[in-house]
């Protein structure tokens, strides 16, 4: 048999890998340009605030969480400054002032993405 005829994969798995490409290649542009607008930890150790302004560093994967509720761009997560759960968002760590940079790398959530 030649090598063209065992290779000849059915329209619903040129599909699947069709998406599986798509989708990998769009959470790697989208790491990408977040962090050439300054989200530094993008992919990686980030620092978040929550509703009620604290700050703390999580590890923030696009497309991959075990530990927050993903809502696009937000996430649903427990804050360890405040003991609560809230919706936190990646901050631009060039906004921060060096103390608030500190205080954030002091403050960890749990080392999972």
């Known amino acids: 048999m030649s090598k063209c005829a065992r290779a000849n994969h059915s329209p619903a798995t040129r599909c699947r890998v069709a998406f599986v490409l ?4 769009s959470l790697v542009g989208f790491t990408v ?3 050439r607008r ?3 930890g993008m992919g ?3 620092v978040v ?3 009620d302004g604290h700050m703390f560093t999580t590890i923030w994967i696009p497309g991959i969480s075990f530990k927050s509720l993903r809502l696009g761009w937000w996430r649903l997560q427990y804050c360890p400054v405040g003991k609560h759960w809230s919706i936190v968002v990646p901050v631009k760590v060039t906004d921060l002032s060096e103390e608030e940079r500190e205080a ?3 403050e960890r959530d749990i080392r999972l993405p």
């Open 38 to 40: 300054g989200y530094s």
């Open 104 to 106: 954030a790398a002091r």
């Open 44 to 46: 990686g150790n980030t």
């Open 33 to 35: 340009v977040a962090r």
């Open 22 to 25: 798509f989708a990998g290649l």
């Open 49 to 51: 605030r929550c509703r």
